[in-house]
């Protein structure tokens, strides 16, 4: 069974960072390609980022390049996402994903596995 554990999350003020943490356990990991979205309230789930197997290839919502960045350890069988410059429109749920094939990175319906989430706070 997979399970994917958020962590990491908090409360921050604009203009600081976060790193948060994805533990995968139940599949190889490296087989997988690992995805992070958002969820502020009110809102739809939306794509922040996501990385392929070997952490060689990353990609990036529009609005979020050059603050955020992914990363893996397939060692450790967890995902990274780094913020930095935070704002409060980051404010959301922070959710990892997992998916076995690199297409339709951004729609939502193509990772198969979700963690639970992890709550981001960015006070102005």
């Known amino acids: 069974q997979v399970q994917l554990v958020e962590s990491g999350g908090g409360l921050v003020q604009a203009g600081g960072s976060l790193r948060l943490s994805c533990a995968a356990s139940?599949?190889?990991?490296?087989?997988?390609?690992m995805g992070w979205f958002r969820q502020a309230p009110g809102k739809e789930r939306e794509f922040v980022s996501t990385?392929?197997?070997?952490?060689?290839?990353?990609v990036y919502a529009d609005s979020l390049k050059g603050r955020f960045t992914i990363s893996r350890d397939n060692a450790k069988n967890t995902v990274y996402l780094q913020m930095n410059s935070l704002k409060p429109e980051d404010t959301a749920i922070y959710y990892c994903?997992?998916?076995?094939?690199?297409?339709?990175?951004?729609?939502?319906?193509?990772?198969?596995?979700w963690g639970q989430g992890t709550q981001v706070t960015v006070s102005s």
């Open positions: 994903a997992m998916k076995s094939r690199w297409f339709n990175l951004l729609d939502i319906t193509t990772y198969n596995y």
């Open positions: 139940g599949r190889t990991f490296s087989n997988y390609i």
């Open positions: 990385v392929n197997w070997n952490g060689g290839n990353t």
